[in-house]
């Protein structure tokens, strides 16, 4: 079974950057797509961005379009998201999570989550 780690959340003020990183085990049929979601307390696990293990294009949500990026380095089986001008609304934890397509990805239906890492935005 593909296994996923987080790292890189913390606590951060607003208007600071993070990157988060997700390393798998192995990259196989059932992750060819990667994924970040994130839950914030008392709400639903949302879709934040996806990628194929190939590159580009990317995908997100419409609302975090150009302060959040996603990327890989299959080299390394790790995928990461840059997240810039961070908001207090953007406190959650964030999960990493494999799928075989980016459209089970969108619908939050992966294969595989990763246990999740902490991120925190002071006002």
């Known amino acids: 079974q593909v296994q996923m780690v987080e790292s890189g959340g913390g606590l951060v003020q607003a208007g600071g950057s993070l990157r988060l990183s997700c390393e798998t085990s192995?990259?196989?049929?059932?992750?060819?797509?990667m994924g970040w979601f994130r839950q914030a307390p008392e709400k639903q696990r949302e879709f934040v961005a996806a990628?194929?293990?190939?590159?580009?294009?990317?995908y997100y949500t419409d609302s975090l379009k150009g302060r959040f990026t996603i990327s890989v380095d299959s080299a390394k089986n790790t995928v990461y998201l840059q997240m810039t001008n961070l908001e207090p609304e953007d406190t959650a934890v964030y999960y990493c999570?494999?799928?075989?397509?980016?459209?089970?990805?969108?619908?939050?239906?992966?294969?595989?989550w990763g246990q999740g890492t902490q991120v925190t935005v002071s006002s």
């Open positions: 999570a494999g799928a075989t397509t980016v459209l089970d990805l969108q619908q939050v239906r992966p294969n595989t």
């Open positions: 990628i194929r293990w190939s590159g580009e294009p990317a």
């Open positions: 192995e990259i196989s049929f059932s992750i060819l797509s």
